[in-house]
């Protein structure tokens, strides 16, 4: 990079230990829902940051004996475990990058499910999954084996070829963080008691992890400086502090963040680029060490700013390095506006959560690395001389047309509206979701630089319109709507009494529908519209009432580690919740709804419903030109396709993934029988 580049801080080296990184992009441990599942998928999406310019890249968390196990997770418990994570490395050293292991025993936090070991813990206590397990009080040869396997894993790392070992004291997920926690921690021995004894165990291992491999690896640690739980928990102006000044000099590097995940990992909803700043600004003041932290970055201007004021020396990421695996690179070729910037959604976090491999919003590549061989910034170029018509300029209208445009298509782009976005646009209005946004402004910007791609606004374009447009191959990206009756998951047809109210959805709400209180808003969805919904209208100052057939609001945001945070929220502004209940009928007197157990009605005051259940594909104008297939060859079609909302509605995700996926297939998927590639069980010798 030229010197004279504003930008050129974030590019200079930074010793760690032994090694040194190429540059201040450091990519964080994540999960990835790949782990020892899908060895290959996750080496090569390690591989695809450090191509990026990701200077460090990580894996997820490691276990490192029986005693301590989720199934998502990767392993390091025996030399068998050490050929798949010896994959990861060879790619990630392509690049000259450094690859990092994080170590973890996860103590209490785990489950065991698969090895049936008993739980540990400093003190005994419940497990913290949400099964009948109980944690045993750690013994002194229980703290001698953990710091045993912790060496043993730290050498097998070394022959894998991990270029940085990671001590993990962080998100409240391993035993170093609870032996340092005074309330998880009540021994009397000398781990316990004084903060020098709660932090004996921490000390160790960072020691004998050096002993054993710091002469050619980097030593490093991860902690939770503060727990954000006051004096419930760690705090950085006194644990975390403590525990960083007492050990300054021990690591090669601090990496610091603030505990638990759905703090560290804090949806845009709830948080600004950069939250994490105060809690961990102290650290750079008590080491010489370098400093790594992380706040969904995506300005390179405001990481030239934390450098440059002494708060951090690497810039951490994980979603960020999700979005955009080459946001290093393009931060240092100039391409500051191609940069596909972290929207702060936590679908990345709840696809892991759900034991599968990562997916993300802004990156449709993103899992698709290996098994369908998409590079997240090649696309083949154009393998025929197709002409493609694209209706709707939604999240999948706007994907295909970007993603077909690089590939050197001649493509029309047809939006019935006068601004672009669709859904994505509208939902973007809504309280704490403005930076979903970055969905539509990428595609926009790279679709405004290319020359192949025009758009029409106010286009609407019936089957005439369609066959008259001379395109080759027609992906219909028409959307979906909310529908108003009630019908979802819990309700089969419409509730009764749906003329007595004035009866609206999400749809509505977001057109600035004016909607009269009393309100209940009903939520068979379970994501995060109907919380956001009645939220929006709360904050217009009516009374607002959420019933759910669910235990709690927004039940799936659990995955996006939301869900506290969307209750507590609609709590504070006033809106009552009304859960295990389904709505069973209107009247001009308002809702009637049931418990959902034991059948027991009763009735809520109402002048308005919202019906957040499910969402209906705007497809007409599809069936019509099917029922005119015999026409398609004379206007020289040979293909129409739904994608996105249109042939399945889904999260925004899907349907970026959706017109991704007709443009590098051209709505011709490849292979009838399976789609991808897959890894297949290797069966043990010993049978």
């Known amino acids: 990079m030229n010197a004279d580049s504003p930008y050129a801080i974030l590019f200079e080296p930074v010793k760690i230990g032994p090694v040194t990184a190429r540059n201040r992009f450091y990519q964080v441990p994540h999960c990835n829902g790949m782990g020892r599942g899908f060895p290959t998928e996750m080496a090569v999406m390690r591989g695809i940051k450090a191509e990026g310019g990701w200077a460090v890249v990580a894996t997820e968390q490691c276990d490192i004996h029986p005693t301590t196990e989720l199934r998502s997770q990767i392993r390091l418990w025996d030399d068998r475990d050490i050929p798949y994570l010896a994959r990861m490395t060879e790619q990630v050293h392509k690049f000259d990058s450094l690859a990092a292991i994080e170590f973890v025993h996860m103590g209490y936090y785990g489950s065991n499910l698969e090895s049936r070991e008993p739980l540990m813990a400093p003190s005994g206590r419940p497990g913290y999954q949400t099964i009948p397990a109980y944690a045993r009080t750690m013994d002194k040869q229980d703290i001698r084996d953990v710091r045993r396997w912790h060496k043993a894993a730290a050498l097998r790392a070394k022959r894998a070829g991990f270029d940085i070992m990671i001590v993990y004291a962080g998100h409240n997920l391993s035993l170093a963080m609870h032996f340092m926690s005074p309330r998880l921690n009540q021994r009397t021995d000398e781990y316990g008691g004084s903060m020098e004894n709660r932090a004996r165990l921490f000390r160790e291992l960072i020691e004998e992890t050096k002993d054993a491999v710091g002469d050619t690896c980097g030593v490093t640690v991860r902690m939770a400086v503060d727990e954000l739980m006051g004096e419930r928990g760690i705090m950085g102006e006194r644990e975390g502090s403590e525990v960083v000044e007492m050990l300054a000099e021990l690591p090669d590097l601090w990496d610091v963040n603030c505990s638990d995940w759905k703090n560290d990992s804090i949806t845009s909803r709830f948080s600004e680029e950069g939250f994490q700043e105060s809690y961990i600004d102290f650290v750079k003041g008590l080491t010489s060490k370098p400093v790594a932290g992380v706040g969904r970055y995506t300005s390179p201007d405001r990481m030239v700013s934390l450098i440059k004021r002494g708060v951090l020396d690497m810039i951490g990421a994980a979603r960020p ?314 206007h020289g079609v040979r293909r129409i396709v739904r994608i996105g909302d249109c042939l399945a509605p889904g999260t925004i995700a899907a349907a970026v993934w959706s017109g991704h996926r007709f443009a590098r297939e051209l709505g011709h998927p490849p292979g009838d029988e399976f789609p991808y590639r897959r890894e297949a069980m290797a069966l043990s010798p010993d049978y």
């Open 321 to 634: 390095s999700i979005a955009d695996p080459f946001l290093p690179r393009k931060i240092e070729e100039g391409r500051i506006e191609d940069i596909r910037e972290c929207i702060g959604c936590n679908n990345c976090v709840a696809s892991n959560n759900k034991d599968v491999p990562i997916l993300c919003t802004q990156n449709p590549t993103q899992g698709e690395e290996w098994r369908r061989g998409w590079h997240p910034e090649t696309i083949a170029p154009k393998d025929s001389d197709d002409t493609v018509l694209v209706v709707g300029a939604g999240a999948a209208g706007l994907e295909a047309a970007r993603a077909l445009g690089q590939r050197g298509y001649d493509v029309t782009l047809a939006e019935a509206s006068t601004t672009l976005g669709g859904r994505v646009a509208r939902e973007s209005t809504l309280p704490g979701l403005s930076a979903w946004g970055r969905v539509r402004d990428y595609r926009a910007y790279q679709i405004s630089q290319m020359a192949t791609v025009e758009t029409y606004f106010d286009s609407a374009v019936d089957a005439a319109g369609v066959l008259e447009a001379g395109c080759s191959l027609v992906a219909l990206a028409t959307g979906a709507h909310w529908r108003r009756d009630g019908v979802g998951r819990a309700i089969d047809d419409p509730v009764p009494g749906l003329e007595s109210l004035a009866v609206y959805s999400p749809d509505d709400v977001m057109a600035g529908a004016e909607i009269t209180g009393p309100v209940v808003v009903y939520d068979d969805d379970h994501f995060y519209m109907g919380g956001v919904v009645a939220e929006a209208l709360r904050n217009q100052g009516l009374e607002v009432a959420i019933v759910t057939p669910d235990p709690v609001v927004s039940s799936f945001t659990e995955f996006t580690l939301e869900q506290s945070r969307i209750q507590k929220q609609l709590l504070k502004a006033g809106v009552g919740i009304v859960a295990l209940h389904n709505l069973v009928e209107l009247d001009s007197g308002g809702a009637t709804v049931a418990c959902v157990y034991t059948g027991k009605t009763r009735k809520l005051e109402a002048a308005s419903v919202v019906m957040v259940t499910t969402m209906e594909p705007v497809d007409g104008l599809y069936h019509t030109l099917v029922a005119r297939q015999n026409e398609w060859a004379d």
